[in-house]
């Protein structure tokens, strides 16, 4: 069973910063694309940025300049460094990867269960 555990959320000012962290564990051979997602209140979950096991990174509109996603391969995390933030940043942030276990040759996609970031005005 493979599990994403986010961590790193909480309150912050606008213009502070923060960093989210998002582990991998469980019988996992390969880690593709991962991805952070966002949720704010009354919207709909919204890409952040990805990144693929190679580093190439996208980011959305809104983040760019300000975040920057980043992954270890060999402890199986990824992370998003959040500065400049704005109080339309909050939301409920979600790790999102596709992932093959051993055994297994294709990739099956994993959700975290989120980590609440909320930026005070």
């Known amino acids: 069973q493979v599990q994403l555990v986010e961590s790193g959320g909480g309150l912050v000012q606008a213009g502070g910063s923060l960093r989210l962290a998002c582990a991998a564990s469980?019988?996992?051979?390969?880690?593709?694309?991962i991805s952070w997602y966002r949720q704010g209140p009354g919207t709909e979950r919204e890409l952040v940025a990805s990144i693929s096991p190679s580093g190439t990174t996208n980011y959305a509109d809104s983040v760019k300049g300000r975040f920057t996603i980043s992954r270890d391969n060999a402890k199986k995390m990824a992370y998003l460094e959040m500065n400049s933030l704005k109080p339309e940043d909050t939301a409920v942030y979600f790790c999102?990867?596709?992932?093959?276990?051993?055994?297994?040759?294709?990739?099956?996609?994993?959700w975290g269960q989120g980590t609440q970031v909320t930026v005070s005005s």
């Open positions: 999102y990867a596709f992932v093959a276990s051993y055994g297994m040759l294709s990739y099956a996609s994993y």
């Open positions: 469980g019988i996992i051979r390969s880690i593709n694309v």
